[in-house]
Structures are given as C-alpha cells and as structure tokens.
C-alpha cells in the first residue's frame, strides 16, 4: 500500500491562506468519503482537523476546511495563524479495509 | 474525557519480541474499533493495524502482517500489539488511536520502540 502524495512543505503568511493537496487513487481517496486530516506540533500526538472529507470536529477553527475532487483531497487553511505552523497528514480508508497516511506536509508561518 | 495511554516500549535487540499496551479510559472501549500507528523518529504516520469492537476482525499493513498481533481484552478496557522479530526499522513512536466512525477522534502520547543492538 503506497502513502498519499503531499508536498512536503507549504508556506504562507500570516492572514493568507493555504492548501495542502493529498493525491491518492480510486482504491482510496477517490472510492471514499473516509479522508481525514490531522495537525501535528512537534512532539505532539496528532490532533484530528477534519473528517470525512469535509467535517470538522467541534473545537476546531472553522479557518480549517476540506475538498475532494476525484483522487485528491485538500486542506485549507485560511487566516493563517502562528500557531497553526505544524506538520499536517491526511489518511483514507482504502478497498482492502485498512488505512493509508500520507506522507506529511510541513506548514511554515513566515 | 478519553484518555489512551500507551505502555511496554523500550530498547529491544535486532529479532527481539515486545508487547505494547494501550489503556483505554473515558469511553465504553467495547464499543469501538481501534488502532496502532506509527511514527518513525523524523518521518509521517504509518497506520499499523486495527481491531473491531470484538476483536473478532482484524487488519494489517501488508509489511507488519505476520509479525505484529492487535489484540484487545474489553474487560480490562486494553489494547494491545505484539511485535516479533523486530527490525531496526521498526524504531517508531506507537499510538494507540480510537479509530471510530471512518477517523481517528483520539490520540494516546505515543511510547517509544527502539531496535538497535
């Protein structure tokens, strides 16, 4: 099973706003609706951002949104903020019943 | 409050065994699917395997499939992972994780697995 496709570094200032792109295929990503995101500080458990594709889990900024379009999921970031620089990854439920992460997408705040 | 904490990681030698737990508190543990997933010193997530609600269902990742065992006592509320024939590439942190309703909701803080000689 081959992770997800993230970039692995995004940048933006603070106020702007940024997407994280997940690219998986129709095994994963594009066969469900189970595309999740999670945010990590170092030395942190991973914290989960959305769900779902879309939702968001209630405590979490409504500045964090998710998209799917065919094989890609996204993460978006908007009004960014000091604290939201972390490492962020996305998952999804695959066709053989287990779950792929991807590879992890490094977000600095300028 | 749901609280996982992780326990039984520590320095083990190149084709050594260990046991990971997981107590799960602040949730009816039998009602929920559960995971491990890992993380390689500097490196992403690695989804580990999963169990169901009566450990009656099991999944791997295809590199960890008959080297690692999930299991779970719902009496106890406990999650478990049996590591055999470790390699140096299986030094990770390991997370217990709720991996409820298509997502994982909560994180334990991770023990750490080294295999090294």
């Known amino acids: 099973q081959s992770a997800l496709t993230q970039p692995a570094s995004v940048s933006g200032s603070p106020g702007q706003s940024i997407t994280i792109s997940c690219t998986g295929t129709s095994s994963d990503v594009g066969g469900y609706n189970f595309v999740s995101w999670y945010q990590q500080h170092p030395g942190k458990a991973p914290k989960l951002m959305i769900y779902d594709v879309s939702s968001r889990p209630s405590g979490v900024s409504n500045r964090f949104s998710g998209s799917k379009s065919g094989n890609t999921a996204s993460l978006t970031i908007s009004g960014l903020q000091a604290e939201d620089e972390a490492d962020y990854y996305c998952?999804?439920?695959?066709?053989?019943?287990?779950?792929?992460f991807g590879g992890g997408t490094k977000l600095t705040v300028l | 409050e749901v609280q996982l904490v992780e326990s039984g990681g520590g320095l083990v030698q190149p084709g050594g065994s260990l046991r990971l737990s997981c107590a799960a508190s602040?949730?009816?543990?039998?009602?929920?699917?559960t995971s491990w997933v890992r993380q390689a010193p500097g490196k992403g997530l690695e989804w580990v395997a999963n169990?169901?609600?009566?450990?009656?269902?099991?999944h791997y990742v295809d590199s960890m499939k008959g080297r690692f065992t999930i299991s779970r006592d719902n009496a106890k509320n406990s999650l478990n992972l049996q590591m055999n024939s470790l390699r140096a590439e299986d030094t990770a942190v390991y997370y217990c994780a709720l991996n409820s309703d298509w997502r994982f909701g909560s994180w334990g803080q991770g023990t750490l697995v080294t295999v090294s000689s």
């Open positions: 998952t999804s439920y695959t066709r053989r019943s287990t779950w792929v």
């Open positions: 602040g949730f009816t543990f039998s009602n929920y699917w």
């Open positions: 169990i169901s609600p009566d450990g009656g269902n099991k």
